[in-house]
């Protein structure tokens, strides 16, 4: 019979698609004194009951769910595991309120974003970049991204787009939405906070104190 923690990491290997082992240990075994090998029990036992899947050609190994069909050493893999880091990372701020994990809102040629969420009670999308791409083509992805805000298939507001590349794309221009580029989340969330300034304060003693406000 399968425990509350079972479903739950039977549910976020779907969500996610691919898991790696330390990431399961952090998410669903953070309370018990030795996660890793908890996380390397429990897994073990669900893959002997066919629940879910494992590949072993990465280090440390990952496992997915038995609704997705892969293969071992699939380019993808790479792919939805930097998709996880963004997630684990906004955990780090603040609890995360919606997280879908390339939601589809059209056929083909239309835009397909890496992340949905709702952070803060603002709604994202986020584009987890790690293939380089030239400016054209991201700006032809945002392009994308204004063909779906004027269809009007989502409600207002439209969400926020993020980009987390540790490359700077030349795409700056008058959107319909707000777009963003930072290297991680937490970068993304540093450039938010308001400038600290510097101000000069009374003389305390024959000298000037500093007061960051």
């Known amino acids: ?58 280090i440390p190994y990952c496992y997915y769910g038995n609704e ?15 998709i996880l880091e963004v997630y684990k990372e906004m955990r780090k701020h603040r609890p995360v309120e ?3 994990v390339e939601p589809k809102y059209g056929g083909k040629g239309t835009v397909e974003p890496d992340i949905f969420t709702v952070f803060r009670k603002t709604p994202f999308f986020i584009e987890v970049q790690k293939t380089l791409y030239s400016d054209k083509q991201m700006a032809e992805k945002i392009n994308r991204y204004v063909d ?13 787009v993020l980009i987390v590349s540790e490359q700077r794309y030349a795409i700056d221009g008058v959107w319909p939405f707000k777009v963003f580029q930072a290297q991680t989340f ?17 003389p305390v003693e024959g000298g000037i104190r500093i007061v960051v406000q």
């Open 68 to 82: 997705l069909t892969i293969k071992k050493n699939s380019a993808k893999i790479g792919h939805w595991l930097a």
């Open 148 to 160: 779906l805000c004027r269809s009007n298939v989502l409600p207002k507001p439209f969400p926020h």
């Open 1 to 58: 019979m399968l425990t509350k923690r079972d479903k739950a990491i039977i549910t976020d290997l779907n969500r996610f698609r691919v898991m790696d082992r330390n990431s399961i240990a952090e998410l669903h075994f953070a309370n018990i004194k030795n996660p890793i090998t908890a996380a390397n029990t429990v897994l073990l036992r669900l893959i002997r009951e066919g629940h879910i899947q494992r590949t072993t050609a990465t």
């Open 98 to 100: 919606t997280f879908q």
């Open 186 to 202: 937490s970068q993304f969330i540093q450039m938010l906070k308001p400038q600290q300034k510097a101000q000069p304060s009374k």
